[in-house]
């Protein structure tokens, strides 16, 4: 798999209920995270992914997220709760547009021999998503959230795109979710604790 950032955009993903409810999680998202990055699908036929670019490449000013076909009818074929497992990696991949519009990446990757960090910051910024929506509606399916990442955990602990390991990539979310639901952290807060909690491991 080999993402060049430049992959031809499609926008809808030919279900348009999915697309219709999909639109309004990603306007929840951009509220709590306060960024709007452009969205859409791409081919993902070489390999299953979502991935996060600071390229502006819709009319949108903080970046875009592309979101795999075939990732999504993965996720959609999942047994329960398939629109928070696509929400979840939604959330997690607009965090990374957090990082990029202020300035995290560098600072979260310096002497790192992996991306693990980053991606478990945007773990925990998905979690923190998730405690705020648990706070509002209280039958949201967060608990998905902590599974989803710990399905997409992996063990190449040596390989530089690491991510985590399933533990680590649900401890993210549930210490994000933690920040938002318990301890009522705003965004701004949850920015600062999400570092520090990367920042130990």
Same mark, same amino acid.
């Given at each position: 798999?080999?993402?060049?950032?430049?992959?031809?955009?499609?926008? =809808?993903?030919?279900?348009? =209920?999915?697309?219709?409810?999909?639109?309004?999680?990603?306007?929840?998202?951009?509220?709590?995270?306060?960024?709007?990055? #452009?969205?859409?699908?791409?081919?993902?036929?070489?390999?299953?992914?979502?991935?996060?670019?600071?390229?502006?490449?819709?009319?949108?000013?903080?970046?875009?997220?592309?979101?795999?076909?075939?990732?999504?009818?993965?996720?959609?074929? #999942?047994?329960?709760?398939?629109?928070?497992?696509?929400?979840?990696?939604?959330?997690?991949?607009?965090?990374?547009?957090?990082?990029?519009? =202020? #300035?995290?990446?560098?600072?979260?990757?310096? #002497?790192?021999?992996?991306? =693990?960090?980053?991606?478990?910051?945007?773990?925990?910024?998905?979690?923190?998503?998730?405690?705020?929506?648990?706070?509002?509606?209280?039958?949201?399916?967060?608990?998905?959230?902590?599974?989803?990442?710990?399905?997409?955990?992996?063990?190449?602990?040596?390989?530089?795109?690491?991510?985590?390991?399933?533990?680590?990539?649900?401890?993210?979310?549930?210490?994000?979710?933690?920040?938002?639901?318990?301890?009522?952290?705003?965004?701004?807060?949850?920015?600062?604790?999400?570092?520090?909690?990367?920042?130990?491991?």
């Amino acid at each position: 798999m080999y993402i060049t950032g430049s992959e031809p955009m499609i926008p =809808k993903s030919g279900n348009e =209920k999915l697309d219709f409810a999909l639109a309004q999680t990603l306007a929840k998202i951009s509220d709590v995270f306060d960024v709007l990055p #452009g969205f859409a699908y791409y081919d993902d036929s070489d390999g299953l992914n979502a991935y996060a670019t600071p390229a502006v490449r819709l009319n949108r000013s903080d970046g875009t997220v592309l979101f795999g076909q075939r990732l999504l009818n993965r996720l959609m074929s #999942g047994p329960e709760n398939p629109d928070a497992s696509v929400a979840a990696v939604c959330a997690h991949e607009f965090g990374h547009i957090v990082q990029h519009r =202020k #300035g995290l990446t560098q600072n979260l990757l310096a #002497g790192q021999p992996t991306v =693990k960090r980053a991606e478990l910051q945007a773990d925990f910024f998905a979690g923190y998503f998730a405690g705020v929506r648990k706070l509002q509606r209280a039958n949201f399916p967060a608990a998905v959230f902590a599974m989803t990442q710990y399905n997409f955990g992996d063990n190449m602990i040596n390989n530089p795109s690491h991510h985590g390991t399933p533990p680590e990539r649900s401890d993210a979310i549930t210490a994000g979710f933690k920040t938002a639901f318990t301890e009522k952290k705003s965004f701004a807060e949850a920015l600062v604790s999400a570092t520090n909690y990367v920042m130990q491991l």
